[in-house]
């Protein structure tokens, strides 16, 4: 079945960095686009990242457009999300989904980013 791990995230400071990784499993992984997405404390799911199946094309959310960069490493069946300039604001559980048809259609279990001083 479709499993996918999200590890790298813990604790930042302001203005500071953290890689994020998805692992995933069960699928083609090279078949699908992939996206990255957050949640904060009482607010909704927010979309950050998209990334093409093939990574040529790559879309991000106003919000982090600038400071996080979304890759991938077919090789690995991985998905990666680069966050750079880290802000108080970005505190969220961060998660992985894949996007066919649409549709985020498989989700990731989460990890905890904590930017804080």
């Known amino acids: 079945q479709v499993k996918l791990v999200e590890s790298g995230g813990g604790l930042a400071q302001p203005g500071g960095s953290l890689r994020l990784s998805c692992a995933a499993s069960?699928?083609?992984?090279?078949?699908?686009?992939m996206s990255w997405h957050r949640q904060a404390p009482g607010k909704e799911r927010e979309f950050l990242a998209r990334i093409t199946n093939t990574a040529l094309a790559t879309h991000y959310a106003d919000s982090v457009k600038g400071r996080f960069t979304i890759s991938r490493d077919n090789d690995k069946n991985e998905v990666y999300l680069q966050m750079n300039s880290l802000k108080p604001e970005d505190t969220a559980v961060y998660y992985c989904a894949r996007f066919y048809l649409g549709i985020f259609d498989h989700w990731g279990q989460g990890t905890q980013v904590t930017v804080s001083s």
């Open positions: 069960g699928y083609i992984f090279d078949n699908y686009a």
